[in-house]
Structure formats: structure tokens, C-alpha cells
């Protein structure tokens, strides 16, 4: 299985960190990928699930997951989710750590590592109180650098706090471990051809089990059928060909996303996204 490489892009070169809120009942393209940086991902509603070389991770509300440089990982979208992606540059925060804090418990991949963190309760609203801020002092990270890098320190303080307790949450998942690889390899299969006309028997196939007992592996991990579930990832796809190509004519978008029908793309479109293709151009241009 190929993984694609992520090149994370930092705006400030003496705070390199990349912050992302996302609250969207549409999540992005999945893709298997990799990069050279620390991800932490957050979530503060909603539930979704991640997959971190060949584990499945189930996150919810309060739950925190840490991704280590250059580990495959790949996001499963989810019908409503509100999340806080931090991706951080691993020389900082070596930086960081020579300094203030010893992070090795946190950055070493080993085997055995909890990727997952749960905070308890009392830990709860001090942590939402240090996210907010980040998010507020990153619309303006240059002049935020000083502040911003300290509450950074405060935050995996934080971390490696309730990591360190290795509280186990012996939740059962939702799939076994085989059930778990024909759910990664159709996830794969379909992040390399959803812009193709494939359905059901297509992915059955390549994964090497009936139909059937694929749409209930697949409904009951991700909460979608897997029509709903490509379409969205299309849809999705088609935002960013629009936004990031005004000239383009709207049926070359859809047709590269895999629709066939100009007509059922716009349709489909205005479902999802709240807006017409056009009127989703204007918006972005």
C-alpha cells in the first residue's frame, strides 16, 4: 500500500505549527498520508475514527490523538464533527523540549504507544480554555509567538500529564482486527478511485468479501452507507477544485470529482454544502 507524503506548508518560520478548527458535517478528501511533523488532533464534539498505520482509533468527545512524524494516518470522515488539528515541527518542539520539558515520552514511536489520550473531567475545561486561546493567538501567530509558544509548552504539559497515567479505556471497538484491514484497504481503494464510476460490487471485490457483509462493516464504523459516504468524499473533492480554480468551468469540476451528470452534481451540491457550485465560487474567489 502506497502512502502519499504530506508537505506541511508553516506560515511563520520561528512558530512552525499549522492550526486548523474544523466544525463541518463534510470532512476533506481522505488520504492515507504521511509528514515529518507532530499531529495532534482534538476533538470537541461529534465522534470520528482514525487510523494510524494498521490500528483503528474510535475518538469522541474530549478524546486527544497523537500522530508521530512520517506514521500513515488516515482521518474517516463523520457525519458532524468539531476538531482541533495541530500540526507541529518536530525540531521545535525538540527546541521546546531541551528547554522547558522532556517530551521523549511523547515523541519517541514505539511499540505499544498510547496514541490515544482521554482527559478526565476536572482536566476538561482547563484544556478547552488553553485550545480556545491557541486558536485565538494563531489568527495573529506573529504577533502572538511569545504567548502562543508558551501556552504550546502548557498544552503538552498537559499531555504528557494524563498520558503518563496510561489510563487504559478498555472500550471495545467497533471492528476486529481483520474486520478493521478490509474497512483500511476499502478505504484505500476508494481514496485512489473515487473520480471512477465504481460501486459496491467494485470495492467488495477488491477487499475480497461479499457485498453485503462489506456495507455492514463499512456502516458501522463510519455511520454511512458507502454511496453517502462517496459522494461526500466527491463533494468534497469538488469544493476544492472550485475554490481553487475560479476560471474552470463548473462541468469540468464535477466531471473530475466522478459525477456524470452536470445536473445531479449541482443538485447534489446544494444538499451538502448549503450553496450552489456557483454561488459556492463566488463565496471563495
Known amino acids: 500500500m502506497k502512502y502519499t507524503r504530506e508537505n506541511v506548508i508553516f506560515t511563520d518560520k520561528q512558530v512552525p ?33 482514525y487510523f494510524i498505520r494498521n490500528k ?9 490523538l497523537i500522530i508521530h512524524n512520517n506514521e500513515p494516518h488516515c482521518f474517516v ?35 505499544g504507544f498510547a496514541h490515544k ?20 493567538e494563531y489568527e495573529d501567530i506573529k504577533s502572538n509567538r511569545q504567548p502562543f509558544s508558551g501556552r504550546l509548552v502548557y498544552l503538552f504539559s498537559m499531555i504528557l500529564k494524563y498520558h503518563s497515567e496510561k489510563k487504559t479505556i478498555n472500550k471495545k471497538p467497533a471492528l476486529n482486527t481483520s474486520q478493521q484491514k478490509y474497512v483500511k484497504e476499502a478505504l484505500y481503494f476508494i481514496d485512489q478511485n473515487y473520480t471512477r464510476d465504481i460501486d459496491l460490487n467494485d470495492l ?18 463510519t455511520g454511512n452507507t458507502f454511496k ?14 472550485i475554490a481553487k480554480n475560479p476560471t474552470e468551468k463548473i462541468i469540468s ?5 466522478g459525477f ?26
Do not use: M
Not at 463523520?78 to 521523549?104: A, M, T, V, Y
Not at 489520550?117 to 485565538?136: G, H, N, S, Y
Open 17 to 49: 505549527v499549522k492550526l486548523s478548527y474544523v466544525n463541518t458535517p463534510l470532512a476533506r478528501s481522505v488520504s492515507f498520508s504521511y509528514h515529518d511533523s507532530i499531529e495532534i488532533q482534538y476533538i470537541f464534539s461529534g465522534k470520528c475514527t
Open 260 to 285: 456524470s451528470d452536470l445536473s445531479n452534481f449541482n443538485h447534489v451540491f446544494k444538499k451538502l454544502v448549503g450553496t450552489t457550485p456557483s454561488e459556492y465560487r463566488k463565496i471563495h474567489q
Open 253 to 257: 469540476a464535477a466531471l473530475f470529482s
Open 228 to 241: 453517502d459516504y462517496l459522494i461526500n468524499k466527491r463533494i468534497s473533492f469538488a469544493k476544492e477544485q
Open 117 to 136: 489520550v482521554r482527559f478526565p473531567d476536572p482536566a476538561e475545561t482547563e484544556l478547552l480554555v488553553v485550545l480556545k486561546q491557541l486558536i485565538k
Open 56 to 64: 483503528l482509533y474510535e475518538l469522541e468527545k474530549n478524546d486527544l
Open 204 to 221: 467488495a471485490k477488491a477487499v475480497h468479501i461479499t457485498p453485503t457483509y462489506f456495507s455492514h462493516l463499512f456502516k458501522k464504523l
Open 77 to 111: 470522515n463523520s457525519p458532524k464533527i468539531e476538531k482541533l488539528c495541530l500540526i507541529i515541527s518536530k525540531d521545535f518542539l525538540k527546541n521546546i523540549e531541551n528547554k522547558q520539558i522532556n517530551l521523549k515520552p511523547l515523541l519517541t514511536c514505539r511499540k
